[in-house]
């Protein structure tokens, strides 16, 4: 499935924009002269700047209709902007019926000049209408190379970025491209074209006249179109195209200086050259068409700040906001902002920290012959002034302001397609917002509203809906406990068209996915993977398709791999039936079978195995061993006899020379930690497994199978010294020429062991071999480092401390007789 993606706004500015805080002049604003025609406004999108230019030339001019480049679609759906629950960022929507996951955005910010023009259009009554390329046609467009055409970057960096030219604005990455701000800027003797425009255009005074910054853009821009053409963008062509077929109709039904037109300034030139209709309407010729829907959807300064996917390509959306709200001094405002919420997270800033950096800030902006302070300016003033010079806390700073957390609302009346709807019902019902930022979220599912939670959320992942990751809990690992972390990202909504073909509603639709997926399901794993979802997400519909796909691939998979893969799966789901009260009884039956099967093949499925396949192996010995635990023994079944039947098939594993020594090692350990064997027997295959005939890397493999991992091996040398022993007298016999062979290996093991853990290893063959020191009686040690017996007297000064924790009587409170023996008990306690 190809997916337009918009990745259109290069607004890279990083600082930009307190010209809107100059008050504009004293004086009668200038008319437009009668005739000039209509009023071509050209912007840089996402600029408060810009945005605050639009909104003076609009107010000067009063338009009878305003024309704003973006998908003509969207005109049914503009007068939403106006409802009082409509609130920025959000984006129009389209999608192909057919095809949901073809889609494109196309945001608007509180600051974005098209917004301001929406709004100023639905308070003076005046028509609003889009006049780009429709999304019928867009989201149709390829390129040459089968590339759904969007998925490359917008090619108008700098005034005209495009956030609203859709996702028919970028051609194939190998053409030739210009960026007119940086063609601009060097021919003004910048090295960085950002903080030319930013001097030049965001940074001005307010003008007498508020249309002189559109006249001196139009004419640059029409110099530049002049030089390079298209600037390596045929696809503009066909947009400029439309645009004027809709400016001419505009222009008759209004007049031609009744209408304004919002656009990215490299359009400009275009829409006012001197071309034919019929000229236009044969570039539009042939074009191919998709049926589409269109639709708001709340958008997020996280996304605005992407430079990829569906993200508009602005670094600072948060400092944009700021400077677009502030009615005044935007600097000071802004450093208070941040004193704030370092104070929050408890850093020692005073308002004496605010005015200096307010100070630094203005200096460096002269220093740097800048007109005011823009966002470096101010960054670095914070960073010197209120961080001490770490970029630590800049990058809270960077996360909750200059970017920021805000997350868009659209009202209810907005188009959606009934599974958002449903979606919509569910978490108002659950009441479970969705936020912008990341946050966790426990759940205790003996609670119907956090069970309710847990169904939705589970089904919403089984229908590609990650709006919420399982997340490790922080308190109790039960299973009556859930942890997640949620994240409302604004592209979930195409998510959610998608799986609109599969249901009206979150659990019809999870439902039918989930039995058309076990039908299509060719590997044993994907098929217990899906059982154990449909069991998290009570699925009871779609359980018995799902069980029936089951048995009939766990009867033909005669791979033990797969079956051990697959083990796992069931058993976690046999479990979290049972806290979900959900009928299991046939799940257990292919378990415990597929268990049976792992019992009687795995032995000779171990045999022959090369390094990389013995530690796949491993791995599902251990996942294996983990499942069995959980499983209950089959009905008619004496107890333990699962558990049993696998005991003996690890002992197999342990002793048989033919099977590789990091297996046999791993078997050894677990057989050890469970209780089944004994610690003499334990040394005694170590002895065997580590003799002088045993090769070096052979010896180093059953090392890491046994010490290897994550699995305590590392606490189990240190406590039993035999172990120990034998480790330390092969390790220093192995041979010269062998010891660079097995040293990766050696090294791979004990480095997953803590840094306590390695030091006192280090610490107890440092201190001797594992026979131990000769004492001054003659007596031999234990451990090496430790004495053979219990310290009295060291054990004696614990006591005290003991009584403390353990709230027990003082020393002179005990008698001789039976209380004194208390006293003995506790004593032996601390030994």
Known sequence: MTTPVRDTDRNTDRDAD???FVPPAAGATPARPAGSGPLLLGVRHHGPGSARAVQAALDAARPSAVLIEGPPEGDALV????????????????HAVDDPGRAAFWPLAEFSPEWVAIRWALAHDAPVRFIDLPAT????????DGTADGETADP?????????????????ARALRI?????L?????YDDAERWWEDVVEHRGAATDPFAPFDAVGEAMTALREEYGDGGHPRDLVREAYMRIQLRAARKEFGDDRVAVVCGAWHVPALGAKTTATADRALLKGLPKVKSEMTWVPWTHHRLARHSGYGAGIDSPGWYGHLFGAPDRPVERWMTKVAGLLRDEDQPVSSAHVIEAVRLAETLAAMRGRPLAGLTETTDAIRAVMCDGSDVPLGLIRDKLIVGDVLGEVPDSAPAVPLQRDLTRLQRSLRLKPEARERDLDLDLRKETDAGRSRMLHRLRLLGINWGEPAAGRGSTGTFRESWRLRWEPELYVRVAEAGVWGTTVLSAATAMAESRAVSATALADVTALAEQCLLAELTDALPVVMTALADRAALDADVAHLAHALPALARSLRYGDVRSTDTAALGEVAAGLAERICVGLPPACAALDADGAAEMREHIDSVHTAIGLLPDAPGRPAGDLAGRWGAVLRKLAARDTVPGVIRGRAT??????????EDEAARLMGLALSPATPP???????????????GGGMLLVHDERLLGLVDTWLTGVPDGSFTDVLPLLRRTFSAYEPGVRRTLGELVRRGPAGGDARSDGSETGVPGFGAGIDETRADAVLPVLRLLLGAPAARDFASGPEHGNDNDLAGAAR
């Open 18 to 20: 307190t010209s809107a």
């Open 79 to 94: 007068s939403l902007a106006g409802d009082t629950q409509m609130r920025p960022p959000v984006a129009l929507l389209a």
């Open 137 to 144: 046609h867009s989201l149709a467009l390829t390129d040459g």
């Open 156 to 172: 108008d960096y700098g005034p005209d970025s495009d956030p609203g030219t859709g996702p028919d604005s970028g051609v194939s």
């Open 179 to 183: 960026d007119p701000l940086a063609v």
């Open 185 to 189: 800027a060097e021919a003004a003797g």
């Open 669 to 678: 350990r677990l057989l050890l930690d469970d209780g089944r064997l004994p």
């Open 697 to 711: 890397a052979d010896a180093a493999a059953w090392i890491e199978g046994f010490v290897g991992g994550a699995s």
